[in-house]
T-cell receptor
C-alpha cells in the first residue's frame, strides 16, 4: 500500500453513461496525476494538478473531465465514452511538481466501455 | 519530447538466477532522473530504484542494481537471485527539467520456479 487509493477498482459502463473515478492520497503531496495505461503502450499522461490547479492537459478529449477539490482528492468524470477508452486508469501523486521525487501510484481503475 | 524505449516486451528468468532488463532513452538534457517501477499483477506500481544522472555511481537496492551508461543513454536493471515475487511488469521512466515523467512500454518478467 503506497498511500494512494482509487475507487472503484473495476468499472463497466455503456457509452451513454456518466461515471466518476476517485483518487485519494494522504501523503501530504501537492501534485496529482491521471494516467491512462493501455496494453503495449507507454503510460499516457492525461492531467496534472498542482495545489488544486490544473497545470497540464495533454490534449485529452472533453469526454474526460478532471476535478481536484483539494490537494488530497482527484476525480475523473467520464461521459459519453468510446470503447477505445477501455483501459487501466492510474492516479499518482508526488510531493511537489518541481521536485525530483518519484511518483506514488494508486492501484488503478480497470475501465471497460461497452 | 523525451522518449523511453524498452525493447524487451517479455523476459523470463529461472528462480535464483540473474536477469537484466534493458532501457534506452532519448534526451538533450544533461540533468535528469531515471526510475524503474514494478507493477505486480495486483497493479499498484511501486518504485524499485532511482538514478540521478549527475551521479556516476550506479544505484543499488538490495538485489536490484542498475547499469547507467549516460553517454549511451542506457539504463538497464539487473535483478539478482530472482524470486517468485519479482514477477511483474517493469517500467523504465525518465524525469527531466520539465517535471513530466516519460514511461517505456514495459517488460513483463516471468520467474520460473
Amino acid at each position: 500500500e503506497t498511500g494512494v487509493t482509487q475507487t472503484p477498482r473495476h468499472l463497466v459502463m455503456g457509452m451513454t453513461n456518466k461515471k466518476s473515478l476517485k483518487c485519494e492520497q494522504h501523503l501530504g503531496h501537492n501534485a496529482m496525476y491521471w494516467y491512462k495505461q493501455s496494453a503495449k503502450k507507454p503510460l499516457e499522461l492525461m492531467f496534472v494538478y498542482s495545489l488544486e490547479e490544473r497545470v497540464e492537459n495533454n490534449s485529452v478529449p472533453s469526454r474526460f473531465s478532471p476535478e481536484c477539490p483539494n490537494s488530497s482528492h482527484l476525480f475523473l468524470h467520464l461521459h459519453t465514452l468510446q470503447p477505445e477508452d477501455s483501459a487501466l486508469y492510474l492516479c499518482a501523486s508526488r510531493l511537489k511538481l518541481d521536485s525530483y521525487n518519484e511518483q506514488f501510484f494508486g492501484p488503478g481503475t480497470r475501465l471497460t466501455v461497452l | 519530447a523525451q522518449t523511453v524505449t524498452q525493447s524487451q516486451p517479455e523476459m523470463s528468468v529461472q528462480e535464483a538466477e540473474t536477469v537484466t532488463l534493458s532501457c534506452t532513452y532519448d534526451t538533450s538534457e544533461s540533468d535528469y532522473y531515471l526510475f524503474w517501477y514494478k507493477q505486480p499483477p495486483s497493479r499498484q506500481m511501486i518504485l524499485v530504484i532511482r538514478q540521478e544522472a549527475y551521479k556516476q555511481q550506479n544505484a543499488t537496492e538490495n538485489r536490484f542494481s542498475v547499469n547507467f551508461q549516460k553517454a549511451a543513454k542506457s539504463f538497464s536493471l539487473k535483478i539478482s537471485d530472482s524470486q517468485l515475487g519479482d514477477a511483474a511488469m517493469y517500467f523504465c521512466a525518465y524525469r527531466g527539467f520539465s517535471g513530466q515523467f516519460y514511461f517505456g512500454t514495459g517488460t513483463s518478467l516471468t520467474v520460473i520456479p
